[in-house]
């Protein structure tokens, strides 16, 4: 899980950029620099682009990684996860990649987009405790 004061600080920017886009549309009025007329539609198609950005600004917040001793969960931007560690072989975490990853049995790999190299000693301590259930589960 991401520091709450990151949390704040997604949630912050994804209400503001909701909130000029969403105020931008309710005031909208009048002609553009062209002299074309501006309609109704216009405010409501920018409120609703508000709306939207400000909800894709929230997916970094569903990021996760579970695990306990029957398996791992991993919730990426695209895509869950719910592995055994039976078909996990290794739990990565390369020089020169933003985050480690799980590498399975299958010959596949899944990031771990939760744990990632900018998290310092926090993701350290994620990655040698995954490591640790991952050896207790073999």
Request: avoid cysteine.
């Amino acid at each position: 899980m991401r520091p709450r004061r990151m949390r704040q600080a997604t949630v912050l920017a994804a209400a503001a950029i909701a909130a000029v886009l969403v105020w931008s549309g309710a005031t909208l009025t009048g002609t553009t620099a062209y002299g074309g007329k501006l309609f109704i539609s216009d405010s409501w198609a920018l409120i609703g682009v508000g709306i939207t950005l400000g909800l894709v600004a929230l997916t970094p917040l569903r990021i996760s990684v579970r695990a306990d001793a029957d398996g791992i969960r991993v919730v990426n931007l695209i895509g869950n996860f719910e592995l055994p560690w039976s078909a996990v072989i290794a739990v990565r975490y390369q020089r020169g990649t933003p985050w480690a990853s799980l590498e399975l049995r299958s010959g596949d790999a899944v990031q771990l987009m939760a744990i990632q190299v900018s998290d310092g000693n926090r993701a350290v301590e994620g990655i040698r405790e995954l490591r640790r259930l991952h050896e207790e589960a073999a």
